[in-house]
């Protein structure tokens, strides 16, 4: 299943759904056996595939934990509690939770094998305090079920979507728009070896696909146009780089505005970031993991339990008030409806019956802190939710 979010507009959710599973039935049927020729047909091919033993690394990298005063307080961690930490990445988090209570575990979840090995230094030096699981959201409960821990145990979850600074600051993780490297964004590339990486999908996917993946994951404006453009440089050579594809969706806009978009601290932003967001989404089936890591905490988390989620952007964070509203999303990818008159309909029901599985611990979505997003910009996007476990 494809995990979509819906628009505004009933038609627009429409013509944006029916147009991502037809490009996901073309992916899975056709990209999986066109990735093996393509080097061959190309005479280079993705460069992703040759870089990605690279990833490990035994540098510290720098890491500054989005919104941990918040995360703390609301986690509300007590001494002999087991936490799961989600999303381990460069484990601020964890290092925060370990140094605030010293009697506790700490799960640590991630599916990139980077962020596994600084779990396992970090397990070093902390004796059965911390226990790295290498896996994906969706492979949690077997995890869990593989140390002997039982769903309806754990005290408290921390989910922090999104990717980390360690994936964002490394070239070869093909991430950063900014940083020259491997067009591949793929979280857990060394482990998962075959999955395709965004060079695949950049050189494989038609002109049609390529404009629906960017509106559907990007929320991209003028997804035909740089579809367009994708296409038309693929003609030439093929995109490999992260540069090289930044450079061909700024040449498909006026050079006065490449830089002509704001984030929210007011500061330029590349043409090309929604379509680097949207491949990212694409190749490492974010929206799926995440609505499979809400489904998987639920059941873990026992009965007055916590549960923190940080997102980073709209389609994540939509997905998290909906799922801790209480709404039905199990056929989710097949509902075509009214955003406005589902969310009238979901609140009336909720003033009436509750939600019988999630209290809201805030009401309103919780943002950083002014001097915080000055210090660390990369969480001036971020959105925490934090809900208690009926």
Same mark, same amino acid.
């Given at each position: ?17 029916? &147009? ?23 005479? =280079? ?22 919104? $941990? ?37 700490? $799960? ?55 990717? =980390? ?67 038309? &440089? ?10 090289? $594809?930044?450079?061909? /969706? ?6 006065? @505005? ?10 330029? @932003? ?12 694409? /190749? ?15 059941? /873990? ?18 997905? /998290? ?70």
């Amino acid at each position: 299943m494809i995990f979509h979010i819906p628009s505004p507009s009933r038609q627009l959710f429409q013509k944006r759904s029916l &147009a991502v599973q037809s490009v996901m039935r073309f992916w899975n049927l056709k990209l999986n056996s066109q990735t093996a020729s393509f080097g061959a047909d190309s005479g =280079s091919g993705p460069s992703c595939k040759s870089e990605e033993q690279r990833y490990i690394s035994t540098e510290k990298p720098p890491h500054m934990p989005v919104m $941990l005063k918040e995360v703390l307080h609301y986690l509300d961690i007590q001494p002999g509690h087991v936490v799961l930490d989600m999303t381990f990445g460069g484990g601020g988090h964890t290092k925060a939770i370990l140094e605030e209570i010293s009697d506790v575990t700490v $799960l640590a979840l991630d599916r990139d094998p980077t962020a596994i090995f600084l779990a396992q230094e970090l397990a070093k030096k902390n004796p059965g305090r911390v226990r790295p699981l290498l896996g994906l959201f969706s492979e949690l409960e077997s995890l869990l079920s593989s140390v002997n821990v039982r769903a309806g145990t754990i005290d408290a979850v921390l989910l922090d979507a999104g990717c =980390s600074s360690m994936q964002l600051d490394r070239a070869e993780r093909g991430f950063s728009l900014s940083k020259d490297g491997p067009l591949d964004m793929r979280m857990d590339g060394m482990r998962l070896s075959n999955m395709p990486c965004a060079a695949d999908v950049v050189n494989t996917l038609d002109q049609q696909a390529l404009a629906s993946i960017l509106t559907a994951y990007g929320e991209e404006r003028n997804a035909r146009k740089i579809a367009s453009a994708i296409v038309e &440089a693929r003609r030439v050579n093929p995109i490999t780089r992260t540069q090289q $594809l930044a450079n061909v /969706v700024a040449g498909s806009f006026p050079k006065a @505005a490449v830089y002509s978009r704001k984030d929210r601290l007011h500061r330029p @932003a590349h043409v090309a970031t929604k379509t680097f967001q949207a491949l990212r989404i694409l /190749v490492n089936d974010e929206l799926n993991e995440l609505h499979a890591g809400l489904q998987a905490a639920q059941r /873990v988390l026992r009965s007055g339990g916590r549960f923190c989620v940080i997102t980073f952007h709209s389609l994540e964070d939509r997905l /998290v008030k909906r799922f801790l509203q209480g709404d039905d999303l199990s056929n989710f990818e097949h509902s075509h409806f009214d955003q406005l008159k589902q969310r009238t309909g979901n609140l009336a029901k909720m003033k009436k019956n509750g939600n019988a599985l999630w209290h809201l611990l805030s009401k309103k979505v919780i943002t950083p802190e002014r001097d915080e997003v000055n210090e660390n910009a990369r969480g001036r996007s971020a959105k925490l939710r934090v809900a208690l476990r009926c």
